[in-house]
């Protein structure tokens, strides 16, 4: 089979802070066939400059306003050239430096070795949550199953994004009418075309924890409702809330 090819595509925008640990973790991967590319929205910091430092390891750096984190991923989506493209954010990492050569060989087990048509179109794996000293916190809440589906996001975003490998000549462009909720629905129309999915059973992304202001909480949850009453329909989604409700009343 031939060589895969990961494209890992960061979005930036005043990242000077945290963006050195997600470089360093894509530079010190033991896979040499990786495209990295810098998606970033005019920062006014330093983020440009550590990208320098990074930049033979670096495909591609491009630094211009944007319509937001959406608009910049897509952005990011007609440079790629890789097999599989992976959405990394400033400030999350590659869990470990043969993060991707055990995806790779996970690939090729699950793959004909005669033939390169066969590849899985999504690959999916576990998320851990990291603190900014890059110490682990706890497993990500919602952790993926062997057999999903697209009909398995009604539980809810089951796989954390940047654990989300997407084959390239499956990814659509993101949603960019949705402020909080593209990567949600973009996994789901990402999954709609294929059957061959390949469960990762190893943490792949360390993803670091983040505060959201209530008001943008709230806004994200009813967005995200009207998303799945898109992809469920109306009743199931109901009906699939009221069971998030009865679980989380248990767990008190």
């Given at each position: 089979?031939?060589?895969i090819?990961f494209?890992?595509?960061t979005?930036?925008?005043?990242a000077g802070?945290?963006?050195e640990?997600?470089?360093?973790?894509?530079?010190?991967q033991?896979y040499?066939h990786?495209?990295?590319?810098?998606?970033?929205?005019?920062?006014?910091?330093n983020?440009?400059?550590?990208?320098?430092?990074?930049?033979k390891?670096?495909a591609?750096?491009?630094?211009e306003?944007?319509?937001?984190?959406y608009?910049?991923?897509?952005?990011?989506l007609?440079?790629?050239?890789?097999?599989y493209?992976?959405f990394?954010?400033a400030?999350d990492?590659?869990?470990?430096t043969?993060t991707?050569?055990?995806?790779?060989?996970?690939i090729?087990?699950?793959c004909?070795?005669?033939?390169?048509?066969?590849l899985?179109g999504?690959l999916?794996g576990?998320?851990?949550i990291?603190?900014?000293?890059?110490?682990?916190i706890?497993?990500r809440?919602?952790?993926?199953?062997d057999?999903l589906t697209?009909?398995s996001?009604?539980?809810g975003?089951?796989?954390?994004?940047?654990?989300f490998?997407?084959?390239?000549?499956?990814?659509p462009?993101?949603n960019?009418?949705?402020r909080?909720s593209?990567d949600?629905?973009?996994?789901i129309?990402v999954?709609?075309q294929?059957?061959?999915l390949?469960?990762l059973p190893f943490?792949?992304?360390?993803?670091?924890?983040?505060?959201m202001?209530?008001?943008?909480h709230r806004a994200?949850?009813?967005?995200r409702?009207?998303?799945?009453?898109?992809h469920?329909?109306?009743?199931?989604t109901?009906?699939?809330?009221?069971?998030?409700?009865?679980?989380?009343?248990?767990?008190?």
């Amino acid at each position: 089979m031939k060589n895969i090819k990961f494209t890992i595509i960061t979005v930036t925008y005043n990242a000077g802070f945290t963006l050195e640990r997600t470089l360093r973790s894509v530079a010190e991967q033991t896979y040499p066939h990786i495209e990295h590319i810098i998606i970033d929205g005019a920062s006014k910091d330093n983020t440009l400059e550590i990208a320098q430092i990074h930049g033979k390891h670096l495909a591609k750096v491009v630094s211009e306003p944007d319509k937001g984190l959406y608009d910049a991923m897509n952005k990011g989506l007609l440079l790629a050239t890789g097999d599989y493209i992976c959405f990394l954010n400033a400030g999350d990492k590659l869990h470990s430096t043969d993060t991707l050569e055990r995806i790779n060989d996970n690939i090729q087990m699950s793959c004909d070795s005669s033939s390169s048509t066969n590849l899985p179109g999504v690959l999916y794996g576990h998320t851990n949550i990291v603190d900014n000293d890059e110490r682990f916190i706890a497993p990500r809440r919602l952790s993926p199953h062997d057999g999903l589906t697209w009909k398995s996001f009604k539980e809810g975003m089951l796989v954390c994004h940047q654990a989300f490998y997407a084959r390239r000549d499956l990814c659509p462009k993101y949603n960019t009418d949705f402020r909080f909720s593209a990567d949600f629905d973009w996994c789901i129309r990402v999954m709609k075309q294929t059957h061959h999915l390949l469960h990762l059973p190893f943490p792949i992304a360390d993803y670091l924890q983040e505060g959201m202001t209530t008001q943008n909480h709230r806004a994200s949850l009813i967005e995200r409702f009207r998303l799945m009453c898109q992809h469920y329909g109306v009743f199931t989604t109901i009906v699939q809330h009221l069971w998030f409700v009865i679980r989380a009343i248990i767990r008190k």
